[in-house]
Every structure is written in C-alpha cells, then in structure tokens.
C-alpha cells in the first residue's frame, strides 16, 4: 500500500505555499476542469496538494511528517524561528523540529 495523494485545505493558499517553499518544497499552481487554482508538489511517490477551504471544505487540521535533505543555514533559521522547542540532535545523526505552519498544523521535520 502506498499513499499516493494528500490535500491539504487552507484558508490562505499563498501564505501555506509561500511557508512550505522556506523549507525546499517546489509547488506549481494548477486547475483541473472546473476545479479551484490549487498548488500541488511531489514528495517521492505522493502528490501532496494546497487547496482554498471553503463552506464544503474546512481547513485541514493535521500533523505531517517530513523527511527533509540536510537544510541550509537560512532553512534552519526558519526552522528555529517556527519552532516552540529547540532543534535536536537524534541520536542517528539526524536532526528533529517540530514547527507550526499558518494554519495551526505542526509539522514534524528530520533532516
């Protein structure tokens, strides 16, 4: 089994896009048919999909996990500046954060 799509309904679609690119995510804008501008990325296997909530569709309320490449100076200030703990240091070498995107999600970062 494998997860091959996951939306994500926000009130603010540029803001969450504009959040998630800090962190080396590349969306693109898209429409299909008679559907709402979305932005939609690739995450090895799984779309993973930015779509306006409205009165049919709350915001989505969840905690994701992503396995990130090793980040850059800048992508680990923003990490730090997003996070209500400290970075840590796993004991696989990997480092761990927990931040919160626009829409009160936590996001749990390894690189």
């Known amino acids: 089994m494998n997860v091959y799509l996951l939306v994500y309904y926000v009130e603010d679609m540029e803001k969450t896009k504009d959040f998630l690119s800090k962190l080396g995510l590349s969306f693109v804008k898209e429409k299909h048919e008679n559907g709402p501008v ?3 990325t690739k995450l090895n296997n799984t779309v ?3 779509y ?5 569709k709350r915001p989505t309320k969840a905690r994701l996990g992503l396995e990130l490449p090793p980040l ?4 680990q200030a923003f990490v730090r500046e997003n996070s209500s703990k ?7 070498g990997k480092k ?3 931040i919160v995107d626009p829409n ?4 749990e970062l390894v690189w």
Do not use: K, R, T
Not at 52 to 56: A, D, I, K, R, W
Not at 72 to 75: G, R
Not at 86 to 92: F, R
């Open 52 to 56: 306006p909530s409205n009165e049919n």
């Open 72 to 75: 850059n100076e800048v992508q």
């Open 86 to 92: 400290d970075i840590l240091q796993l004991a696989n």
């Open 38 to 40: 979305h932005f939609s």
């Open 104 to 107: 009160g999600n936590n996001i």
């Open 48 to 50: 993973f999909e930015i």
């Open 96 to 98: 761990f954060a927990v």
